[in-house]
Structure formats: structure tokens, C-alpha cells
């Protein structure tokens, strides 16, 4: 889910929730599909309604996926209620506090103390369960495999452009957004990178820099601090704009 300011309509916001179908077929019909498009000024308000809007054409379980943005008890109060059965994923604000051992602290702060702590299960093919001794060893064997194939095996230029590789934190003109998603419908780039590790930080890049654009990009127009963060800068609030910060901005405009 996700709440923009529109350029189409100055003073209010448009709501826009889209799905992947796994049933569909990229690249007849354009991915992804868009379920619910509506102008609104009450973001919380128009949220809850597109939600149940959606709930009223899919019968079944959903799993609503919400950025940031959405980090609202409103929204927690909606999903965790017990007529409701749908799973919800929400991205946590660097400020959301949490019960972590008996005492509230940060989201931010907890994720910084969990991180490389977390052992999550990996599931392979059956024969790989055994605890024999050389299925073990050929387990190891065909993890070191998996990992390291990309270094083995160099994957064939089959688009015949140069790559490039950044970060996923950027902003583009509703020009340049629309290039590449026209060429993203075409297939060749999806294709390419279907089975890629982190192709965000690669399909995007490559397109813009193989585009009428490519001069035209320009760096650090905003100031980024990321000291002690994890998934995201940190979020500036009106308590860090002091003259220093703002001087600081500056000098590196």
C-alpha cells in the first residue's frame, strides 16, 4: 500500500494499492495490477476503506504489506482486532517503541542489538535432512555452491548494455519513471535478472544509465545520515534542525 501527493491534484493525496498475480502472464498483460487508485485528504481514514474494499473482491487470506508510513496504531488496532484474519506486515519508524525484555525501547535500537543474532530455519530437499555424515558434507558442499555460483559462472549479456549498480534511494521524474516502466513491460530486463541476488540495486540503474537521461542525474541533493541505522537513514525531525545541521547541508549541496 502506498499514500502519494499527486501532481495531478495539488492539495490532496492519492491512495493506490496494487497486487502481483502469479496467474498472469508479464509480458501480455501489465504487472503491477492496480486493485484501488483514489484522491483523498484523510490518510488514515481512506486507508481503512481501501482495505476493506479489497477484503470485498478477494475472498481470500490477504497479506497487506504497508511501508513506514503506516507505522500508526490505527492501523495495528485494525489488523490485530479478531474479525480479522488477514496477515499484515508493517516497516517500523526509527521512534516506534516496543517491549523488548520487560522494558520499551526503540525499534531502531533493538533491531541494532538483533542484528547477525537472528537464526532463521533454511529448508532443503529431502535427502539433505539425514544427519549422516556425508550428507552433511555434501549439504555444506551445495550451500558453498549456491552461494558462490554468480563467481563461477559469469551470466551472458543477453541485453547488450553496459551495467551499473547504486543505491536504491533515489527520485525521478515522472518522465524518467515512465521510460523505464515501458521498458520494464517489455520482459528482456525481468528476464535477465529473474533469479538475481538485490536486483534493485542493478535493473533500475542500468536502464536510467542507458537512457536519454543518463546525463542528467546529479548527486547528495539531500543530506543522509546513516549512523546507527540499518534499513534506512535516519528520519529527521524538527529537534535536528539546528544551525549546524542546516550549515552542514550546505557545504555539501
Not at 121 to 133: A, C, E, G, I, V
Request: proline share 2%.
Amino acid at each position: 500500500m502506498q499514500g502519494t501527493r499527486c501532481k495531478f491534484f495539488k492539495r490532496w493525496y492519492l491512495s493506490r494499492i496494487s497486487c502481483l498475480w502469479s496467474n498472469c502472464n508479464y509480458k501480455k498483460e501489465k504487472q503491477p495490477i492496480s486493485l484501488y487508485s483514489q484522491e483523498f485528504k484523510s490518510m488514515n481514514g481512506e486507508t481503512l476503506k481501501s482495505i476493506e474494499y479489497i477484503k470485498s473482491i478477494i475472498e481470500k487470506k490477504c497479506t497487506f504489506v504497508c511501508d513506514r508510513g503506516y507505522d500508526a496504531n490505527i492501523y495495528y488496532e485494525y489488523f490485530l482486532k479478531e474479525e480479522c484474519n488477514d496477515d499484515f506486515i508493517i516497516r517500523l519508524t526509527e521512534k516506534r517503541k516496543l517491549m523488548f525484555k520487560g522494558k520499551s525501547k526503540k525499534a531502531s535500537e533493538i533491531a541494532v542489538k538483533r542484528k547477525g543474532k537472528i537464526k532463521m530455519n533454511m529448508y532443503f530437499p529431502n535427502w539433505m535432512r539425514s544427519k549422516n555424515f556425508f550428507v552433511r558434507c555434501l549439504k555444506m558442499g551445495y550451500i558453498n555452491i549456491a552461494l558462490h555460483l554468480g563467481n563461477l559462472l559469469d551470466r551472458k549479456n543477453t541485453l547488450n548494455v553496459d551495467f551499473y549498480y547504486g543505491s536504491q534511494w533515489w527520485t525521478l521524474s515522472y518522465e524518467c519513471a515512465k521510460e523505464i516502466y515501458d521498458i520494464l513491460l517489455k520482459g528482456e530486463y525481468i528476464d535477465h535478472y529473474k533469479g538475481s541476488l538485490v536486483p534493485d540495486e542493478s535493473i533500475f540503474q542500468t536502464i536510467y544509465m542507458n537512457s536519454r537521461f543518463k546525463d542528467k542525474y546529479y548527486d547528495k541533493l539531500t543530506y543522509v545520515n546513516w549512523k546507527g541505522q540499518i534499513n534506512h537513514p535516519k528520519t529527521f525531525t524538527i529537534e535536528d534542525f539546528d544551525d549546524k545541521i542546516i550549515n552542514k547541508l550546505y557545504d555539501e549541496l
